[in-house]
């Protein structure tokens, strides 16, 4: 189906690593114009992602820092005459036990990962409003659904954008614009750090818990943003969380193994 995203434009945070990159790959795919925010975005990335044909702006940003994230998203508006859609993907995860939190590290990760969509959204919702028109899509986490250890700022940070996602929902909706969430399960990246993990214990995890036995590829996140962004295809929606987990928030407690599991619900006959 046709998405009609051509020509449009958009802001992704974090977009030349990881799920960020895999976004920007799938919408400049789709033709879209992007701008993509980070720290320090790999130049790399950057000439891969205008190698498919689109403009490709970069701009540096500390998203955690308010006035940084604001003159980000001026930025990025002024670059094309005003803005589409934001991409709120940014984040990272400071691990740390519940006896042993810091100060810094909640801070850190609140800043990063929730205050920054606060300032970023609150910036592009003026542009968009002005237009009456526009799309924001947040990045969350399955974190928010499963624990798991040292995770405790992390759940937090995630957890608040999807109240963020609520009002931003209710209180955009009368000017036009659509507001959404994309949910990933695991998908091996800088953040996820898995490469530095014992090998056996990255694939017993895989099948223990992943309903669909494999991690997830990161354009498969890209895709699902860009069917939000269409307004041709999703008009209608606003307000929603898309989970792309491989079945993950549904895992079940495994008293059977994998050869039985498939036996019950074999073809028969
Ligand atoms: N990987 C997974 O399994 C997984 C699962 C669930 C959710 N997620 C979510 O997916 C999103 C992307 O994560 P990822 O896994 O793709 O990790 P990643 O490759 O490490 O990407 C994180 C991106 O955020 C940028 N970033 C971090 N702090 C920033 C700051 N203060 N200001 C501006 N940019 C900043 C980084 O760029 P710079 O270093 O250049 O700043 C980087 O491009 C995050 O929202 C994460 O919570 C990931």
Redesign the pocket.
């Known amino acids: 189906m046709e998405l009609s995203l051509r020509g449009k434009s958009a802001l992704i945070?974090?977009g030349?690593?990881?799920?960020?990159l895999g976004i920007a790959t799938v919408l400049a795919g789709e033709g879209m114009d992007l701008a993509i925010?980070?720290?320090?975005?790999d130049a790399e990335a950057i000439a891969t992602l205008r190698r498919l044909g689109t403009r490709i702006e970069a701009i540096a940003?500390?998203?955690?820092d308010e006035e940084q994230a604001v003159a980000m998203v001026d930025r990025a508006a002024e670059c094309f005459g005003g803005l589409d859609s934001y991409v709120n993907?940014?984040?990272?995860a400071w691990h740390e036990p519940v006896t042993r939190v810091t100060s810094k590290a909640w801070n850190d990760t609140l800043n990063?990962n929730l205050s920054a969509a606060m300032w970023a959204c609150r910036t592009a919702a003026r542009h968009m409003v002005r237009r009456r028109a526009g799309n924001i899509v947040l990045?969350s986490?399955?974190?928010k659904l499963t624990t798991g250890f040292g995770e405790a700022a992390y759940r937090v940070s995630k957890l608040g954008l999807n109240a963020l996602m609520q009002s931003l929902c209710v209180e955009l909706a009368p000017h036009g614009i659509r507001v959404n969430m994309v949910t990933?399960?695991?998908?091996v990246?800088?953040?996820?750090g898995w490469d530095r993990l014992d090998r056996d214990r990255v694939e017993q995890f895989r099948d223990r818990y992943i309903p669909l036995q494999r991690y997830g590829e990161v354009e498969q996140i890209g895709s699902a943003v860009a069917l939000l962004l269409s307004d041709r295809v999703s008009g209608y929606t606003t307000g929603a969380d898309i989970v792309v987990d491989g079945g993950l928030q549904h895992a079940m407690i495994k008293v059977a193994g994998d050869d039985e599991l498939r036996a019950l619900n074999a073809p028969q006959g």
């Open positions: 945070t974090g030349a690593s990881g799920i960020g925010a980070s720290r320090s975005p940003a500390d998203v955690s993907n940014a984040a990272w990063t990045i986490s399955t974190a990933p399960g695991h998908f990246t800088r953040l996820t």
